[in-house]
């Protein structure tokens, strides 16, 4: 089955700079690779979401990019604000066939003021 | 918040009781999926309903059920609770079964077994 990892476990950056996160799959077959941000105590929330016809994506200060040919994807938070502390999730997902995403084990963001 | 809604927020029972975890998914969404989030195996698939049917199973225990109703709300009942269950379950919903469609997660019910 399809395996993703995740890096780094922990990231501290100041406020304003970028954080980047990155993460691996390992079925070719994976073709959408959400990103889910959950803060303490609440419900991961979709922030983006990639599909593998598209090479990158971006919403305001956060932009994803993907390499199918190494099957890897990040998440690129730019201008980091205290409010992105939170933990990261990415996922992948065959789109059809096989309904359940796959995890990573998710990065501790911390944004130091 | 997603518009998926969870109960009880809450949960603590002891070894070898049942519990069920009710879930609300979106309005006009008709998946429901089950996941689990524990410390050390993180966010973990149980299972899918689409419209009042299991689409998907991933690694739900024996010990583990659930269902999707007519107005498409889902329960997962959990039996001869064990210590290690204790966790985050969380639902989330889509609007159908495939093609990559976004899921929106609740925001969960810790259970803890005493």
């Known amino acids: 089955g399809e395996n993703v990892e995740q890096h780094p476990s922990t990231l501290s950056v100041q406020e304003g700079d970028s954080a980047v996160i990155k993460c691996t799959y390992s079925?070719?077959?994976?073709?959408?690779f959400p990103w889910y941000k959950q803060e303490l105590g609440k419900g991961p929330q979709l922030i983006i979401d990639?599909?593998?016809?598209?090479g990158e994506k971006k919403d305001q200060r956060i932009a994803v990019t993907l390499n199918k040919t190494a099957k890897h994807f990040s998440l690129h938070i730019t201008e980091t604000q205290p409010e992105d502390s939170a933990v990261y999730f990415c996922a992948a997902k065959i789109a059809v066939g096989n309904e359940k995403l796959t995890f990573g084990t998710g990065t501790r963001l911390t944004i130091i003021p | 918040d997603s518009g998926v809604t969870q109960t009880p927020k809450h949960l603590i029972t002891a070894t070898g009781q049942r519990v069920t975890l009710r879930c609300s998914p979106r309005?006009?969404?008709?998946?429901v999926y089950w996941y689990q989030q524990s410390l050390d195996q993180g966010l973990q698939f149980l299972i899918q309903y689409y419209n009042g049917e299991e689409r998907a199973k991933g690694n739900i225990l024996e010990r583990f059920s659930a269902q999707q109703f007519p107005d498409l709300h889902s329960e997962l009942n959990l039996s001869s609770l064990e210590l290690g269950d204790s966790a985050l379950y969380f639902c989330?919903?889509?609007?159908?079964?495939?093609?990559?469609?976004?899921?929106?997660f609740g925001p969960g019910t810790r259970l803890t077994v005493l």
């Open positions: 309005s006009g969404d008709l998946s």
């Open positions: 989330a919903s889509s609007v159908a079964a495939s093609g990559g469609d976004t899921q929106y």
């Open positions: 079925d070719s077959a994976s073709n959408y």
């Open positions: 990639i599909r593998s016809n598209v």
